[in-house]
């Protein structure tokens, strides 16, 4: 089983769609999910020590956000609110995401967010960031992994 690594953002999701269906187009989109607050996470983090805070959804993947001492300008208490059921990705076989709080947390150098899914993932793998407020609460295809 591979995971997947790559830099922290507001809300992030990643998904799998068809090796025979287009990528989707770079342009904001409406997505829907559920909030788990159920298996959501919150750990204070020290900016001088860093730490790390793991939060595993409904389906078992795992979302695991690593802060590197000295990466956070302050000390912040983090939290990772897995998404369920998100839907407004065309194509996409199966989609994780979560969101990372507090909005507007600003690091010194990226902080690396890993997805370890519990079952593989087929075909094309995108990241989404969605910050709170930003497109009227649409998402933008960042880069393919």
């Not at 999701?13 to 559920?34: I, K, N, R, S």
């Not at 956000?65 to 302050?74: Q, R, V």
């Not at 609110?81 to 507090?102: H, K, Q």
């Amino acid at each position: 089983m591979r995971a997947l690594a790559l830099l922290a953002a507001s809300a992030l999701m990643w998904t799998g769609a068809a090796a025979d269906e287009p990528l989707p187009a770079p342009e904001p989109f409406a997505l829907a999910y559920t909030r788990d607050e159920a298996r959501a996470v919150s750990k204070h983090i020290e900016a001088e020590t860093g730490g790390t805070i793991e939060a595993v959804n409904a389906a078992g993947d795992v979302f695991r956000l690593k802060i590197e001492p000295d990466t956070l300008y302050a000390d912040a208490t983090i939290t990772l609110t897995p998404l369920d059921g998100a839907t407004g990705i065309d194509g996409a076989a199966r989609t994780l995401a979560v969101a990372m709080e507090p909005a507007g947390t600003e690091f010194t150098s990226p902080a690396a967010l890993t997805v370890t899914p519990k079952e593989a993932l087929a075909g094309d793998i995108w990241w989404f960031e969605s910050p709170p407020g930003a497109d009227g609460g649409k998402a933008r295809p960042a880069l393919p992994l």
